[in-house]
């Protein structure tokens, strides 16, 4: 997937943007004091960022964890 110039500019346009949205609402959170909603939004942010920005990664991962599923219903 990272091969592909388009693929990559794309991907760094959706990343810049989900980054933007992020700290928007993660400053929203921490002004309103809304501890365990700030925690759960970074982490899930976290989780994304990682499949938006290292995509190929990703990919593999969840091949592996669908493998691995795939593994325990046809054994």
Do not use: Y
């Amino acid at each position: 997937m990272g091969q592909n110039p388009l693929v990559s500019w794309i991907l760094t346009i959706v990343g810049s943007l989900f980054v933007a949205v992020l700290a928007v609402r993660a400053f929203g959170h921490w002004a309103k004091k809304e501890w365990g909603a700030l925690i759960t939004h970074t982490i899930g942010g976290a989780v994304v960022a990682f499949f938006v920005f290292n995509s190929d990664k990703a990919v593999q991962i969840l091949k592996m964890v669908g493998e691995k599923i795939a593994s325990v219903f046809t054994a």
